[in-house]
């Protein structure tokens, strides 16, 4: 998804999935990155360039992190996290962002699943107005949330806009 984001990240490409090792191949990039531990993909991928394999399934924070150190630019990544973690919404503040609609990402992690129907059974959650008035709107999480830092700075520009809020 990144060519899809590239306005803010730049000699980064794409290789798909499965990764086009053709591609690869003609970007003669000087670092390939993959999140495949696939090892016949990681055996071609290391002749093309010096290649790491990266845990995407590792939480924002250390996969940030791990990048950061990567392309030595760690204290960038402790910066942005910062950031992040100033601009999310604590559970308590709920009523402050709920506008008079709600959008709401479905999750696709089970862990995730129970944390959200503890928080639609709570009584904070039956207490915000567009609860009480049927207007919450649920959205799958995988075609909303890419679950990387880009993904994660817009939905914390948008998600506001959209529930009416002011950042």
């Known amino acids: 998804m990144i060519n899809k984001k590239s306005k803010q990240v730049q000699n980064v490409a794409d290789l798909g999935f499965p990764i086009d090792l053709e591609k690869a191949l003609t970007l003669q990039p000087d670092l390939i990155i993959t999140g495949n531990t696939d090892e016949k993909q990681y055996a071609a991928l290391s002749k093309i360039a010096p290649t790491i394999v990266f845990d995407t399934f590792a939480p924002l924070n250390e996969r940030l992190l791990h990048l950061g150190e990567i392309v030595n630019k760690k204290k960038a990544a402790e910066n942005w996290l910062a950031q992040y973690k100033i601009k999310e ?3 308590s503040q709920l009523p402050d962002y709920a506008g008079n609609r709600i959008f ?3 999750p696709t992690a089970s862990d995730s699943k ?3 129907e503890r928080m639609l059974n709570s009584s904070l959650w039956r207490s915000l107005p567009a609860v009480r008035q049927g207007q919450v709107y649920f959205v799958e999480a995988d075609r909303w949330n890419w679950n990387d830092a880009m993904t994660r700075q817009k939905l914390l ?4 806009k959209l529930l009416g809020a002011s950042s």
């Open 89 to 91: 919404i604590e559970p």
């Open 157 to 160: 520009t948008a998600l506001p």
């Open 114 to 116: 129970r944390t959200l």
């Open 104 to 106: 709401m990402l479905i």
